[in-house]
T-cell receptor, first 115, second 115 residues
Framework: ETGVTQTPRHLVMGMTNKKSLKCEQH?????MYWYKQSAKKPLELMFV???????ENNSVPSRFSPECPNSSHLFLHLHTLQPEDSALYLC??????????????FGPGTRLTVL | AQKVTQAQTEISVVEKEDVTLDCVYE???????LFWYKQPPSGELVFLIR??????QNEISGRYSWNFQKSTSSFNFTITASQVVDSAVYFC????????????FGKGTSLLVTP
């Protein structure tokens, strides 16, 4: 079983839709992350959760809303997105966050297309 | 400021050739960590190696080897006898205490290995 899973793998949505991305980690980690990967751009860190509390929000627009109900699950709720939000959204987890440079393990990503 | 530069955008080699992917980093921290990840077409970032700034020993893992040179702020990655399955985008990343150990990624190098 893979350590970090993401669903759905592909998502197409209109600008007025509301959808959610789901991430689950089976590694016993305490920190989870959302990254955005757009074409020709470096990976951008969006949100960091440590022990279910948000510790970092890198000036992400409010149309992206994260939720971390427990240390194994992470959601990204999407509403009224723009076409430029089309990207690969990657989830990652690590043992801790901000304490050590723990290795982050990534999921397969959700390929999002906003029409 | 933390910065990672992967100057090679795309590299194409023929199977069995050796190939080196360059990574140059900038940081004022004396303690820092360097990572390499592989992203195959499936999208998932696969962890390859983590190295801290106090360990300058080069590392070899099968056909993979890493050359860490603090004097030139480089952490280069060599694949020996490349194979088609090595085709992927490779990312170098830097993590420092002053950045809360967040991963700062380079833009990646796309490696294509042809038969």
């Amino acid at each position: 079983e893979t350590g970090v899973t993401q669903t759905p793998r592909h998502l197409v949505m209109g600008m007025t839709n509301k959808k959610s991305l789901k991430c689950e980690q089976h590694l016993g980690h305490n920190a989870m992350y959302w990254y955005k990967q757009s074409a020709k751009k470096p990976l951008e860190l969006m949100f960091v959760y440590s022990l279910e509390e948000r510790v970092e929000n890198n000036s992400v627009p409010s149309r992206f809303s994260p939720e971390c109900p427990n240390s194994s699950h992470l959601f990204l709720h999407l509403h009224t997105l723009q076409p430029e939000d089309s990207a690969l959204y990657l989830c990652a987890s690590s043992l801790t966050s901000g304490v050590e440079a723990d290795t982050q393990y990534f999921g397969p990503g959700t390929r999002l297309t906003v029409l | 400021a933390q910065k990672v530069t992967q100057a090679q955008t795309e590299i194409s080699v023929v199977e069995k050739e050796d190939v080196t992917l360059d990574c140059v980093y900038e940081t004022r921290d004396t303690t820092y960590y360097l990572f390499w990840y592989k992203q195959p077409p499936s999208g998932e970032l696969v962890f390859l190696i983590r190295r801290n700034s106090f360990d300058e020993q080069n590392e070899i893992s099968g056909r993979y080897s890493w050359n860490f040179q603090k004097s030139t702020s480089s952490f280069n990655f060599t694949i020996t006898a490349s194979q088609v399955v090595d085709s992927a985008v490779y990312f170098c990343a830097l993590s420092t205490p002053n950045s809360g150990y967040a991963l700062n990624f380079g833009k990646g190098t796309s490696l294509l290995v042809t038969p």
